[in-house]
T-cell receptor, first 114, second 117 residues
């Protein structure tokens, strides 16, 4: 069965600094990979998704993610963080044999220092 | 365009009480979902509905029932609430039906924060 691991529970970065959030997945074939963001008190919003093709995926709000098959990773990056990026970020994997579900990681909470 | 709406936003129940969480979407989506979110555990799927009249169990269905009332509405019922059901509940929808869920973008409501005493 597929699984998703987000090893960092919290990350703190200074405003203007670069950001990388880690995501590792377990699945035998190429999965469908997603990053969602949850602002405080809000539901989740899709940032980007990867199905196939170019392994570097661009998303909304200046985020990008890179699929690395050899490392089973799909890390999220942003070159310069803004205070409004403070939120919780979830990586998710969907697969053809997942019986109608996405598997979400446990999330990484991003704090931004002024 | 409201997207996915959920009511209520907050609810406090006593053990053994029942309640229904309401969800509606105005995007003409086929699929709808109920998740619960607990600290450190991400989102876990409770129930899923591929289309009006169909429902399927997710990862954690025990203690819950659902009704897909029509294409727009998908409700979640707790028949006898337990403290273990204290959580934040999210409804979501996506355009595809059936097995497209693995590739579909899901759109989430703002959540219902439920406390069971």
């Amino acid at each position: 069965a597929q699984s998703v691991t987000q090893p960092d529970i919290h990350i703190t970065v200074s405003e203007g600094a670069s950001l990388e959030l880690r995501c590792n997945y377990s699945y035998g074939a190429t999965p469908y990979l997603f990053w969602y963001v949850q602002s405080p008190g809000q539901g989740l919003q899709l940032l980007l998704k990867y199905f196939s093709g170019d392994t570097l995926v661009q998303g909304i709000k200046g985020f990008e993610a890179e699929f690395k098959r050899s490392q089973s990773s799909f890390n999220l990056r942003k070159p310069s963080v803004h205070w409004s990026d403070a939120a919780e970020y979830f990586c998710a994997v969907g697969a053809l044999d997942s019986s109608y579900k996405l598997i979400f990681g446990s999330g990484t909470r991003l704090l931004v220092r002024p | 365009n409201a997207g996915v709406t959920q009511t209520p936003k907050f609810q406090v129940l006593k053990t053994g009480q029942s309640m229904t969480l309401q969800c509606a979407q105005d995007m003409n989506h086929n699929s709808m979902y109920w998740y619960r979110q607990d600290p450190g555990m991400g989102l876990r799927l409770i129930y899923y509905s591929a289309s009006e009249g169909t429902t399927d169990k997710g990862e954690v269905p025990n203690g819950y029932n659902v009704s897909r009332l029509n294409k727009r509405e998908f409700s979640l019922r707790l028949e006898s609430a337990a403290p273990s059901q204290t959580s934040v509940y999210f409804c979501a929808s996506s355009g595809g039906g059936g097995r497209e869920v693995h590739s579909d973008t899901q759109y989430f409501g703002p959540g219902t924060r439920l406390t069971v005493l």
